[in-house]
């Protein structure tokens, strides 16, 4: 992989509604979305990771309402709360928006009024359907029996006046992004269930303020209406990066290079968004990719399949109990290898618990236990000379090793840049085996005893010092206080400026003097954890 001198790219989560704490679905997201940053950075780019949350939802009116509480108080408090656990997460995101923000509250006024001077809003009278867990209109086409689509919860129905936005005009533009730019939304069944499901059936104006509820950003130049959740929300993705307030800014972070959603709000983001840019006659962000749900599956083995994380079911998982008994890295490893990232998945604390001892305890924290203690222990704490010849001269088992790392270089990019991170751990873990079948063939104890096979030790110790060096590059994404670690134990720094060399097979400088630490993953031995392998 080449690296790219400082191209830009741009990165966004959704931003998340404060009116509860962040669950172990929202961090799935979040740590995908951190793990892709990180490796754009590792390949050399010029990142923007944006994060935040969407504080003007009438839900959080009515749960703050509950607690007693003012809204701002409520959003103030809570977004607190989703900054202190992305901090634990380790994410490491370039700005945080808030939609209470002044910043934000300027460029949604400057917005809605470039759109209504394009004539793409007017004043008239909503009648219809409305989800307010899920802040949607929906059509009585599209909500049978008149229940949310999106939730199964019963719908109100409203009549009130509001301002819309001339969604219908924008019908055939829409029509051709899909058709031209089939990339834009992924995965691809995600685009045909955008294409059948609104755009075949035809788009309708949509309502984008409201007169009964009070909680959000008043309409420019008509404060009896609010502007509608979502017509607000989405101009995050412009005003986190300067939209209205730092046009340098602006003009060199957008469009976005990708917006990830869940698969809930992916019609938001690629019909009524795409639509709001158009009008304002701004670029369109250059891809959506929709990613599943995390549902818990119950570590009872008599219990059923998994099911939704709700409060009402108590089976919230939150992040920071998981963190406190297994550690961030553990969490990060074993959501982005336990679930695909395009799909749905389960989240279970015996899954957790056997990932933690097979994959990182015994797999890749023993690999690099035991080689930084042979090299201690055998040559001296000296990482020895490898290979003097070409790999074609190499012996058969340095040769397979050699070849599965170049395997790993080749593979991991790729699924890198798809979002395909359960893929790529797969391939990462690769060289993690081969590693410590190489040690398992070559028993380096062995050859410690042998003075004529000191030579062979060295280049031993030397390949297997040289499997971890790579690895600590390839999983920094991913567990990056690890590879942290690592990385610190082999007397290395940050990888550096030139990824695609640092990334390939012989980068580890003989002579260096090494510093072994404590295990990366101690064995567990817990309830419904089973014990290690070996």
């Not at 109100?156 to 936005?165: G, N, S, V």
Request: charged share 25%; glycine share 8%; net charge negative.
């Amino acid at each position: 992989m080449t690296r790219v001198s400082r191209e830009k790219y741009y990165v966004t989560t959704p931003i998340y509604y404060p009116n509860a704490e962040p669950h172990v679905g929202s961090a799935f997201e979040v740590v995908g979305i951190d793990v892709l940053a990180r490796w754009k950075r590792l390949a050399g780019y010029d990142v923007f990771f944006l994060t935040g949350t969407d504080e003007h939802a009438e839900k959080v009116s009515k749960v703050a309402k509950e607690a007693g509480v003012t809204p701002e108080h409520l959003v103030e408090e809570m977004a607190g709360k989703f900054q202190q656990v992305w901090r634990v997460l380790g994410i490491s995101y370039d700005r945080f928006i808030r939609t209470e923000e002044e910043v934000h509250k300027r460029g949604v006024a400057r917005f809605w009024r470039n759109v209504r001077d394009k004539g793409d809003i007017y004043l008239g009278t909503y009648e219809g359907l409305y989800c307010m867990p899920c802040e949607s209109y929906w059509t009585a086409t599209q909500a049978k029996a008149g229940v949310c689509p999106e939730c199964g919860r019963t719908l109100q129905t409203l009549r009130e006046p509001a301002y819309f936005f001339a969604l219908s005009r924008y019908q055939e533009p829409l029509e051709r992004l899909f058709r031209e730019n089939p990339d834009f939304l992924l995965p691809d069944f995600r685009r045909h269930e955008m294409e059948e499901n609104f755009l075949r059936a035809g788009l309708e104006d949509v309502c984008i303020s409201r007169t009964t509820i009070h909680w959000g950003i008043a309409v420019p130049d008509d404060p009896k209406h609010v502007v509608y959740v979502w017509f607000d929300a989405l101009l995050n993705y412009l005003t986190g990066v300067g939209y209205g307030t730092d046009e340098e800014s602006f003009g060199k972070w957008w469009p976005a290079d990708l917006h990830v959603v869940g698969k809930d709000i992916v019609r938001f983001h690629t019909l009524l968004w795409p639509a709001m840019l158009m009008s304002a006659g701004l670029p369109l962000p250059k891809r959506v990719f929709a990613h599943g749900f995390v549902q818990v599956l119950s570590d009872d083995e008599g219990a059923e399949g998994p099911v939704k994380m709700s409060k009402s079911l108590g089976n919230i998982v939150r992040p920071g109990d998981i963190i406190d008994k297994y550690g961030v890295d553990a969490l990060r490893y074993f959501l982005m290898k336990e679930i695909t990232y395009a799909g749905d998945g389960a989240y279970s604390e015996r899954n957790l618990a056997v990932r933690y001892n097979n994959d990182l305890a015994n797999d890749l924290g023993n690999l690099v236990l035991r080689t930084l203690s042979m090299i201690e222990r055998y040559v001296g704490g000296r990482i020895p000379a490898g290979h003097a010849g070409a790999v074609v001269d190499w012996p058969d088992a340095d040769k397979v090793l050699h070849a599965v790392a170049e395997e790993v270089a080749e593979t991991v990019p790729a699924l890198m840049e798809e979002l395909n991170f359960s893929g790529a751990l797969e391939a990462i873990w690769s060289l993690v085996r081969a590693a410590n079948r190489y040690v398992e063939e070559n028993r380096p104890w062995g050859l410690a005893k042998d003075p004529a096979e000191r030579t062979r030790l060295g280049v031993v110790l030397y390949n297997l010092a040289e499997s971890c060096r790579l690895l600590s590059i390839w999983l920094s994404p991913f567990i990056p206080s690890t590879t942290g670690k690592i990385r610190s134990q082999l007397a290395l720094g940050e990888p550096g400026a030139d990824f695609a060399r640092e990334a390939s097979w012989g980068g580890t400088k003989s002579g260096t003097m090494i510093r072994k630490g404590e295990p990366l993953f101690p064995r567990l031995d817990l309830p419904g954890c089973p014990p290690a392998g070996r």
